[in-house]
């Protein structure tokens, strides 16, 4: 908890916490981060269990986006991704998101970076 506010500090943006409103119980989070030594910001989520396969992260990422790109007023959204996260690949393809670089990451690990394009 103590990162995500220094974020919110530091950075100026951060993640959200996601509550649906028929439970008032939070389910997960989302938003964008940029980790010290990262080559740039990213889209980011986390769910719980109980809260997946119900539309609830697509909902979440499309409200991030939009904010990023009509509050903030960033060029580019982006997100990514290790190969073997399928959740999260399926969930870029149906942010219509675009392959647009493969990069090592400063962890070594090699990840696919997705331009995510404004929802309409």
């Not at 908890?1 to 916490?17: D, T, V």
């Not at 399926?90 to 942010?95: A, D, I, P």
């Not at 392959?99 to 331009?115: C, K, L, M, N, S």
Request: charged share 25%; proline share 8%; glycine share 12%.
């Amino acid at each position: 908890m103590a990162s995500h506010l220094g974020h919110w500090q530091l950075r100026g943006y951060g993640m959200w916490m996601i509550v649906p409103g028929e439970s008032g119980e939070p389910v997960g989070g989302c938003g964008f981060v940029w980790p010290e030594g990262w080559p740039r910001r990213e889209l980011t989520w986390w769910l719980m269990p109980e809260a997946r396969g119900r539309g609830i992260a697509v909902e979440a990422s499309r409200t991030a986006i939009r904010h990023a790109y009509d509050h903030y007023g960033w060029p580019r959204a982006e997100t990514h991704m290790s190969d073997d996260n399928i959740a999260a690949k399926r969930l870029v393809q149906k942010l219509d998101g675009t392959e647009i670089a493969r990069e090592i990451f400063p962890d070594g690990e090699t990840r696919t970076v997705y331009e995510l394009p404004r929802p309409d």
